[in-house]
């Protein structure tokens, strides 16, 4: 497991951006970035769960998280837009994004693949990331030190069978990551990263792999340390990489 110990005010003031914040990792995250004194843009599609979230946010005494439900899956461009506009208003910049959401699709060998899921799982997978990235870049431009985070896996490192969509997009994720990364490495206000959380207690995980006990698997909050290390001030410096959440590493 990834070891390090964030200070309490690691992101103090700062305002980050959580896509699938409703639930499993995206959750954590949001929540680890409160309590580590961010202001949390909750980002979902299930507006009852981002509530059930602001609320336990609100009440433990984290700054005021704000929610914006949207699904990924039939965003358009002016959809991002307008929530680049929204932040803008309320907020002025954006210190942070984890690109959290992400859909499986079919476990099935790419001859028998639906053409239908495979476009769904690349427009929430790539699309979605690509278009509120591009989006929101200007907003990110104007922190001092920002920092975005997609989520890659195993998977879109070595092809493997039977995981067709969810794994073309994933290396599509590690392409786009290191493509920007080489476009803003000279700009030491912002940088670019990747996370493999690798196998966690989800509900993802329990589809793809619906015969594995679960108690198997570290939970969600158990691989924050790498979330929180990539979000917050000491990994100024890492750009274009794809760090590994259950990996030795230690910072």
Same mark, same amino acid.
């Given at each position: 497991?990834?070891?390090? +110990?964030?200070?309490?005010? @690691? ?29 949390? /843009? ?10 059930? &979230? ?32 929204? @932040? ?36 929430? +997978? /790539? ?26 896996? #195993? ?19 590690? #392409? ?16 670019? +990263? ?33 979330? @929180?290390? &990539? ?8 750009? #274009? ?7 030795? #590493?230690?910072?």
């Amino acid at each position: 497991m990834f070891h390090y +110990n964030a200070p309490a005010d @690691l992101l103090r003031d700062r305002v980050i951006l959580v896509t699938g914040a409703g639930e499993g990792i995206g959750r954590a995250a949001a929540w680890q970035y409160a309590a580590h004194g961010a202001t949390v /843009v909750l980002l979902g599609r299930t507006l009852e769960k981002l509530e059930s &979230l602001y609320d336990e946010i609100e009440a433990a005494g984290y700054p005021q998280p704000a929610i914006v439900p949207m699904n990924l899956d039939s965003a358009a461009e002016h959809d991002y837009i307008e929530l680049s506009n929204q @932040l803008f208003d309320e907020f002025g910049r954006l210190d942070g994004v984890l690109h959290n959401a992400g859909l499986l699709g079919m476990r099935t060998p790419i001859e028998n693949y639906d053409p239908i899921t495979w476009e769904q799982v690349m427009r929430v +997978n /790539v699309h979605a990331p690509f278009l509120m990235t591009q989006t929101l870049l200007p907003l990110l431009h104007r922190s001092d030190d920002a920092s975005v985070i997609f989520t890659s896996s #195993g998977v879109g490192r070595t092809g493997r069978a039977y995981w067709g969509a969810y794994a073309v997009s994933k290396f599509a994720t590690e #392409g786009m990551m290191q493509v920007l990364a080489d476009e803003l490495e000279n700009d030491p206000s912002i940088r670019i +990263n990747a996370i493999n959380p690798g196998a966690t207690r989800t509900q993802m995980r329990a589809y793809a792999y619906p015969a594995e006990p679960p108690e198997n698997n570290p939970t969600p909050a158990e691989i924050m340390p790498i979330y @929180l290390y &990539l979000m917050g001030p000491d990994s100024r410096q890492i750009n #274009g990489q794809s760090l590994d959440a259950q990996g030795e #590493g230690r910072a």
